[in-house]
């Protein structure tokens, strides 16, 4: 059974750091893409960043320059480093794998107001 973890979520203020984290159970985590999704109120959920298992990114453009995804395969977790936030950064953030199906962690909820 694969269980995706989010955590560090919160309230920042306009132009403030977070960094979240996505812990992944089992040994699947080397060999996979894994995904940063986010979904604001009213909203569909869209992506955010991959990054692939030899570490080559991509992001929404919305997002480019001012996060950063990576991972470290010895704790099976992927982090998403979030600089320069903005109020339409407001969001439940979910991180995302595929192994023959979709897997989903519960989301962590960033806020970004003053």
Same mark, same amino acid.
């Given at each position: 059974q694969v269980q995706l973890v989010e955590s560090g979520g919160g309230l920042v203020q306009p132009g403030g750091s977070l960094r979240l984290s996505c812990v992944t159970s089992g040994s699947i985590f080397s060999t996979h893409i894994m995904h940063w999704y986010r979904q604001a109120p009213g $909203?569909? +959920?869209? !992506? #955010?960043? *991959?990054? @692939?298992? !030899? =570490? %080559? *990114? @991509?992001?929404? %453009?919305?997002?480019? =320059? +001012?996060? *950063?995804? !990576?991972? %470290? @395969? *010895? $704790? @099976?977790? #992927?982090y998403l480093q979030m600089n320069s936030l903005k109020p339409e950064d407001t969001a439940v953030y979910y991180c995302h794998l595929w192994l023959g199906r979709d897997y989903w962690g519960r989301g962590t909820q960033v806020t970004v107001s003053s």
């Open positions: $909203k569909e +959920r869209e !992506s #955010v960043a *991959t990054i @692939n298992t !030899s =570490g %080559d *990114t @991509n992001y929404a %453009d919305s997002v480019k =320059g +001012r996060f *950063t995804i !990576s991972r %470290d @395969n *010895t $704790k @099976n977790t #992927v």
